[in-house]
């Protein structure tokens, strides 16, 4: 366990080290704020921006994607950049097994993600708080943030990180490029709906509803709510799974 608390450490601190992680947080964070500051115009343009809950509800469910989509490409070099570099046949020579070198990857992917997710969500929740030109309470800003942080940040962060570091393991990393900007396009794309969502949406699927319904289409379709979140933690654990299974992947087993 300590050599793959070893990688966990060795991945989740060289993250945080690369300018680029801090690059693409400031990004997210400005375009969030231009959307969802709380000045004169926005609060015209979004009718229940004066409730925090809502303004949790939107960074999580609209702006948070840009972050996880710069993240994702972060994250996707990982295995094969230990492989250019000779750094996993470096590890290789070592007692490592690969059970250790695989789930220190995967965790340190996860705790980089939900860290910045974290961050992004505290900036933001921050500044609303303190420039808002009404009255809130702490307590109406702390209850929406913990909720999203269990329905949303944690799903998101597992599915985006494992998929991240699994995927271009196996395959090349162009092809998964093209997948990941498929997706989050599609994402992006979407127009929300009263109805229930598709369930392999990532960050605007059923689940974040759980942190706010809008008062005039109150019913939350659990189904659908359940199967967005198996949909992000199922797929997620199943694309991490591949790296243990892949034959050749570690020595000659």
């Known amino acids: 366990m300590r050599k793959m608390f070893s990688v966990l450490h060795y991945e989740y601190k060289m993250q945080f080290k690369r300018l680029v992680t801090w690059g693409v947080l400031l990004v997210a964070t400005a375009l969030s704020l231009l959307d969802n500051f709380p000045f004169a115009g926005n609060l015209a343009r979004l009718e229940f921006l004066n409730e925090p809950a809502y303004f949790v509800y939107r960074i999580v469910s609209l702006d948070s994607l840009v972050l996880l989509f710069g993240l994702m490409f972060?994250?996707?070099?990982?295995?094969?950049?230990?492989?250019?570099?000779?750094?996993?046949?470096?590890?290789?020579s070592s007692a490592l097994r690969k059970w250790q070198y695989v789930l220190g990857k995967l965790l340190g992917g996860f705790l980089y993600v939900f860290s910045m997710q974290c961050i992004f969500l505290l900036l933001n929740t921050m500044v609303y708080f303190i420039a808002a030109p009404f009255e809130i309470s702490l307590i109406e800003c702390i209850v929406p943030l913990i909720k999203a942080i269990f329905v949303s940040l944690v799903p998101t962060s597992l599915f985006v990180s494992f998929c991240s570091i699994a995927l271009p393991g196996m395959i090349d990393i162009r092809l998964f490029y093209i997948l990941a900007a498929i997706l989050f396009g599609f994402n992006a794309t979407y127009v929300g709906s009263a109805e229930a969502m598709p369930f392999y949406l990532i960050t605007s699927g059923d689940l974040v509803r759980l942190i706010w319904v809008h008062p005039r289409w109150p019913f939350v379709d659990m189904g659908s709510v359940i199967a967005n979140g198996f949909f992000l933690v199922g797929s997620g654990l199943v694309f991490g799974s591949l790296l243990f299974l892949k034959h050749k992947f570690w020595r000659s087993e």
Do not use: E
Request: net charge positive; proline share 5%; aromatic share 0%.
């Open 74 to 92: 972060l994250l996707a070099g990982r295995i094969p950049i230990d492989t250019k570099t000779g750094m996993k046949s470096l590890l290789m």
